[in-house]
């Protein structure tokens, strides 16, 4: 089920429920990250929680972080809180507004005087900007939504539609996924008319590279 799929499903349900530890994280993770957790041994009850984010591209993967200890959410902590995925999304996606401006923030783009960009901070919560689309929509001033999430930990977003700041910043998003360690994808996401988050262009090394539009 897609994101927004769960995002319905949890709406249904009661709320913020104390069966639900306030440490729970959302990350991006590859598509392939359900695959790459079960190659490991991480199956049945012990199979780590995963939703489709971007279909083919992304993955949200639940954590926890208690101290300097981070663990996955498991199908059996779901099991023991009494909840589904589409609750933990939910319950998130509630908060996502709140936590925009404390989970990163806002830098000015080298060269472009008056440019900015926002990039997470807080490796263990790179999905929050993916849980609601409204709350990044009003964070960017700006119904064009760019956003990316070229290496584990990191998510960009930024304002589309100036073809300047688009090109300058899939620059900044191939080189952030062609360099680090735990790449992810170099797809360039934004929202379809029905709101659901699609790839709508593809990061490149040249700056004369494609603009991606909707």
């Known amino acids: 089920m897609r994101l927004l799929g769960l995002l319905a499903a949890g709406l249904a349900w009661a709320g913020p429920d104390a069966r639900l530890p306030d440490d729970l994280r959302v990350e991006v993770m590859p598509w392939d990250a359900p ?14 929680v995963c939703v489709p984010l971007v279909p083919t591209v992304q993955q949200a993967c639940l954590s926890r972080v208690q101290g300097d200890k981070r663990s996955w959410v498991t ?8 909840v589904e995925p589409g609750d933990v999304i939910a319950h998130m996606a509630s908060t996502a507004e709140a936590s925009l401006p404390v989970v990163g923030e806002w830098r000015e783009v080298q060269d472009l005087p008056g440019k900015r960009y926002w990039i997470s901070t807080d490796p263990t919560l790179s999905g929050t900007p993916y849980l609601s689309a409204p709350a990044v929509t009003r964070l960017l001033g700006s119904e064009h939504v760019r956003l990316a999430s070229p290496n584990v930990g990191i998510t960009l977003a930024w304002p ?3 073809q300047e700041l688009d090109r300058v910043m899939m620059v900044a998003v191939y080189e952030m996924y062609d360099k680090q360690t735990n790449p992810i994808s170099p797809a360039i996401i934004g929202l379809d008319k029905a709101g659901q988050w699609v790839r709508i262009g593809q990061a490149r090394p040249r700056e004369d590279g494609q603009v991606p539009t909707p």
Do not use: H, K, P, Y
Not at 75 to 82: C, F, R, Y
């Open 35 to 48: 695959e790459r957790f079960a190659a490991r041994g991480a199956s049945g009850s012990g199979q780590v």
């Open 75 to 82: 199908q059996g902590d779901l099991a023991g809180w009494s």
């Open 160 to 162: 589309g539609g100036d």
